[in-house]
C-alpha cells in the first residue's frame, strides 16, 4: 500500500532519522489505514529486547506510589517502553515470585521499592543480567543502582524542627519497619536527633502500624490515652498523619495549640486540609522518572549515574507550633 519495500518500512518503524519525510508520512498513511500494529514478540526475537521495563511495588493502596507510576508510566511512553506492574504486598518472598514471572515474559529491566530483597532474587538479577534500581532510597556505598532520598537524614530534620520549637515530648506513628528499609530508616533518624538534644524515644510513644486511617487513628487513640501524653507526633507518611489529625479533632484537641502533628511525602491532601499539614516534601515525580531514565540509558548502553539522590524538604503549614505548657498532675 505504501508502494515500498519492506526493508525502508523497517527502517521508518525503528530508525525514523533514516528516511524521508515523504516516505516516513506515506508509511505512517498506510499503516493508519491498515490498523497495523508491530508484532512484539518478532521483534524481541531479532532484537532480543521487548522494550518493557518491570517494576514492584508494595502496594496500589498509597496515593506516593499511584502517583510515582503514573510519573513512570509517561516517561517511559515516551520512550516507547511499556511497563509492567506488580505488587509484593512487602513481602521479599512475594516479590521474588513476581519477579520470576516478570523475567519469564521477557523484562528489560526492573525497578523495585527499597532494598530488603531475598538472596534469590538477587542471584536472579545477576545470572539473567537484568539492570535494575532501588527507588525510594539512597544507598551510595551499594554496588547497584539507587534513586531516593536519605529517609534517615529526612527524619531527623523533621524531628529537629520541632525540637527547635520546644517540643521534648515526641512521638512516633510509623510504617511497620519489617521489611521496609524506608520506615525503619526515619525511625532512626528521629532516634538521632532526640539523642543529639538529649532525650530518648520512649517505647510507649513509638507505635508501628500498617499505612492505613484505621490504623493510624487507633495508635493516636493510644497515643494521647498516655499520661503523660506527647506534645508533638512524627508520623512516617502523610497517611498516617491524617489518620492521627482526624482522631486528634474527634478528640475535642485543637491542632497545633494542644498538639503538633508532623507528616512524611507531602501529598496532594496534605495542603488543602484544615489544619494543613506540615510535612517532609519527597519530589515522587522526580524519583520514578529518573529511575525509568537510569534503565533506559543503561540498555541503551549509555553511561548513567548509579545513584542518585534527591533533597527532602521541610514544608511548614498549620498542624505544628510550639508545646502547649504542661499542667501540674492533679491540678
Given at each position: 500500500m505504501a508502494g515500498v519495500s519492506t526493508a525502508s518500512i523497517s527502517r521508518a518503524l525503528n530508525t525514523p532519522a533514516s528516511v524521508s519525510a515523504e516516505l516516513r508520512a506515506r508509511i505512517d498513511a498506510a499503516i493508519a489505514e491498515l490498523g497495523y500494529i508491530p508484532d512484539a514478540a518478532?521483534?524481541?526475537l531479532s532484537s532480543r529486547r521487548t522494550r518493557t521495563i518491570g517494576a514492584i511495588i508494595p502496594t496500589?493502596?498509597?496515593?506516593?506510589?499511584?502517583?510515582?507510576?503514573?510519573?513512570?508510566?509517561?516517561?517511559?511512553?515516551?520512550?516507547?517502553?511499556?511497563?509492567?506492574?506488580?505488587?509484593?504486598?512487602?513481602?521479599?518472598?512475594v516479590e521474588h515470585r513476581q519477579a520470576q514471572n516478570m523475567v519469564s515474559r521477557g523484562i528489560d529491566g526492573l525497578i523495585l521499592r527499597g532494598d530488603v530483597h531475598t538472596p534469590a532474587l538477587r542471584r536472579l538479577l545477576a545470572m539473567q543480567r537484568i539492570p535494575f534500581v532501588n527507588v525510594g532510597v539512597y544507598h551510595p556505598d551499594k554496588p547497584y543502582a539507587s534513586?531516593?532520598?536519605?529517609?534517615?537524614?529526612?527524619?531527623r530534620r523533621a524531628c529537629e524542627y520541632l525540637l527547635s520549637l520546644g517540643h521534648t515530648d515526641i512521638g512516633v506513628v510509623a510504617a511497620l519497619a519489617r521489611h521496609n528499609d524506608r520506615a525503619s530508616a526515619r525511625v532512626q533518624g528521629i532516634r538521632q536527633a532526640l539523642e543529639a538534644a538529649g532525650l530518648d524515644l520512649?517505647?510507649?510513644?513509638?507505635?508501628?502500624?500498617?499505612?492505613?486511617?484505621?490504623?493510624?487513628?487507633?495508635?493516636?487513640?493510644?497515643?494521647?490515652?498516655?499520661?503523660?501524653?506527647?506534645?508533638?507526633?512524627?508520623?512516617?507518611?502523610?497517611?498516617?498523619?491524617?489518620g492521627v489529625l482526624l482522631e486528634a479533632e474527634r478528640q475535642g484537641l485543637r491542632l497545633p495549640d494542644d498538639l503538633s502533628v508532623?507528616?512524611?511525602?507531602?501529598?496532594?491532601?496534605s495542603r488543602h486540609l484544615r489544619p494543613s499539614l506540615t510535612t517532609m516534601h519527597?519530589?515522587?515525580?522526580?524519583?520514578?522518572?529518573?529511575?525509568?531514565?537510569?534503565?533506559?540509558?543503561t540498555l541503551a548502553g549509555e553511561a548513567a549515574p548509579l545513584?542518585?539522590?534527591?533533597?527532602?524538604?521541610?514544608?511548614v503549614r498549620e498542624s505544628t507550633g510550639r508545646p502547649p505548657r504542661r499542667r501540674a498532675r492533679g491540678a
Open positions: 518478532a521483534r524481541a496500589v493502596d498509597n496515593a506516593m506510589f499511584a502517583r510515582g507510576i503514573e510519573a513512570l508510566q509517561r516517561y517511559l511512553s515516551s520512550q516507547d517502553y511499556l511497563l509492567l506492574l506488580a505488587t509484593s504486598g512487602y513481602d521479599p518472598e534513586v531516593g532520598a536519605d529517609n534517615e537524614s529526612a527524619a520512649r517505647p510507649e510513644w513509638h507505635i508501628e502500624v500498617p499505612y492505613k486511617l484505621d490504623d493510624a487513628r487507633q495508635a493516636a487513640r493510644t497515643l494521647l490515652a498516655r499520661d503523660p501524653r506527647p506534645t508533638a507526633v512524627i508520623c512516617g507518611n502523610d497517611v498516617l498523619a491524617y508532623m507528616g512524611f511525602d507531602d501529598l496532594e491532601w519527597l519530589p515522587t515525580d522526580e524519583v520514578w522518572t529518573r529511575a525509568g531514565e537510569y534503565l533506559v540509558r545513584h542518585h539522590e534527591v533533597d527532602a524538604t521541610l514544608v
